[in-house]
T-cell receptor, first 111, second 115 residues
Framework: DAKTTQPNSMESNEEEPVHLPCNHS???????IHWYRQLPSQGPEYVIH???SNVNNRMASLAIAEDRKSSTLILHRATLRDAAVYYC????????????FGAGTQVVVTP | NAGVMQNPRHLVRRRGQEARLRCSPM?????VYWYRQLPEEGLKFMVY????????ESGMPKERFSAEFPKEGPSILRIQQVVRGDSAAYFC?????????????FGPGTRLTVL
């Protein structure tokens, strides 16, 4: 399975955008890029996913590099509630969706 | 529409006892996944089940752990003869189709403490 690399932590001020990078240089053509986050003492929560094109939803945007070897999750205006561990996960198209969590990025939001 | 339900939320067991963790998936979801989060560690996949079938148990410890998802009722993760190393948060997730692009919805977890 292709691996992902994320920074251990990132800090942002409230109301500022947050750009969370994820490197996946060994991604295959059929791997989907998924993002989940885990707030303190809670179960993980789906954020967004994509294959090749950039994606937007009410929570965030996902920017995927043209060669798909990296992607960036964008939180447009960080709130205190966005403080969480964010996980970038690759899922093969022919799989049934097993999530393999790495260490993720701890996002700290400062008021 | 209620989310994924897990109970109990907290479970304390003494070494050697059995632990039963229950997971009720979201309405209309027939795919259930169990994950474990050991203290200060990441989430690890344990098992994937569809109704009455275990599809992938590659993350389950070989001994003492079992899972089921009967035709009626919740999915159960059972740990026999618990040891201190089983202390962890156990999360279940459900999805509608089990497909690559299908969202997994997680429950709040069961925090197991083994004394």
């Amino acid at each position: 399975d292709a691996k992902t690399t994320q920074p251990n932590s990132m800090e942002s001020n409230e109301e500022e955008p947050v750009h969370l990078p994820c490197n996946h240089s060994t991604i295959s053509g059929t791997d989907y890029i998924h993002w989940y986050r885990q707030l303190p003492s809670q179960g993980p929560e789906y954020v967004i996913h994509g294959l090749t094109s950039n994606v937007n939803n009410r929570m965030a945007s996902l920017a995927i590099a043209e060669d798909r070897k990296s992607s960036t999750l964008i939180l447009h205006r960080a709130t205190l509630r966005d403080a969480a561990v964010y996980y970038c996960i690759l899922i093969r198209a022919d799989s049934w969706g097993k999530l393999q969590f790495g260490a993720g990025t701890q996002v700290v939001v400062t008021p | 529409n209620a989310g994924v339900m897990q109970n109990p939320r907290h479970l304390v067991r003494r070494r050697g006892q059995e632990a039963r963790l229950r997971c009720s998936p979201m309405k209309g979801h027939s795919h259930v996944y169990w994950y474990r989060q050991l203290p200060e560690e990441g989430l690890k996949f344990m098992v994937y089940l569809q109704k009455e079938n275990i599809i992938d148990e590659s993350g389950m410890p070989k001994e003492r752990f079992s899972a089921e998802f009967p035709k009626e009722g919740p999915s159960i993760l059972r740990i026999q003869q618990v040891v201190r190393g089983d202390s962890a948060a156990y999360f279940c997730a459900s999805s509608r189709t089990g497909g690559t692009t299908d969202t997994q919805y997680f429950g709040p977890g069961t925090r197991l403490t083994v004394l």
